[in-house]
């Protein structure tokens, strides 16, 4: 089987490396110009907090890589990216922001020191699922009035699964397309489309290339699977248990169907496994 020239940058170790590395801060400027709206001259003087990955991993716990950046002025940029869903996930955004702030503050200083704090979340999953765009700015903000109480908090969600087929002219698209990108050719059509994202394909490929990057990688995305797979039998087996209740409160098999989103046939072996354990 042929192997992928490619590995995923939206698993979150490729992501770290590509976006995380102080050598390609070219690639993280023209990323974040196309997400943020901080001026340009933002980005002039830019340092990578922490940019040393972990060697290793727990492998009863799926830890948490993300990219902190500062830039000229002292604004803090948080960049994350999540491919599996979580309940809690708009709480633990709202955690990490609001100790971005207050990490600012030392005995002694005043409250002008603090500088804007933004979070960027990339979800490979809906996650603001009462809208169809795929990309939201969430700020402080008077939804009566349309007045903005400040700015020093900024949450933006990009929701990959939310990506128009077809470019839609910003080059936050082209980004978004890189980063869902899977296929060898898919890779090759995004770095037509600008010269930063040409160079991200270049880095891409060079790290896919090192072999302990790739164990690391294929023992991540096993870990991933892992968890995804233990999230699904879950939730199935949650529909599963108010299917049994629903049948033993004599409740129509539509319902059923509606409530728990189970097929008929489902539903119908546990109503012969219930009658079996009655009559047994």
Known sequence: MKENKYLLPKVDLIFRLLFGDERNCDILKAFLLSVLRLPEKEYEEIKIVDPHLLPEYDGDKLGILDVKVKTKTGKVIDIEIQVNPSDV?????????????????SSGDGYEEIKKAVSILIADYDLIENSPRYHHRFTLY???????????????????????????????WNWLKFLS??????????????????NAVARLAEISSDEQTRRLY??????????????????????????????KRDRPIEEIIEDTGLALEEIEKLQKAGLIANVN
């Not at 996930?89 to 503050?105: L, N």
């Not at 900024?154 to 936050?172: Q, R, V, Y």
């Not at 096993?222 to 248990?241: L, P």
């Open 89 to 105: 996930m708009r709480e633990r955004v709202v955690f990490y922001i609001s100790k971005m702030v207050t990490e600012q503050i």
């Open 142 to 172: 008077d939804i009566d009035s349309k007045v903005e109480f400040t700015d020093l908090i900024e949450i933006n969600s990009l929701e990959l699964g939310k990506l128009p087929p077809a470019p839609d002219g910003t080059m936050l």
């Open 181 to 198: 990108s899977e296929k060898e050719e898919d890779f090759e059509m995004v770095a037509d489309k600008n010269p930063q994202i040409k």
């Open 218 to 247: 294929e023992s991540r995305h096993k870990m991933e699977w892992d968890i995804r797979g233990r999230e699904k039998k879950a939730i199935k087996d949650a529909k599963i248990e108010i299917a049994k209740k629903m049948l």
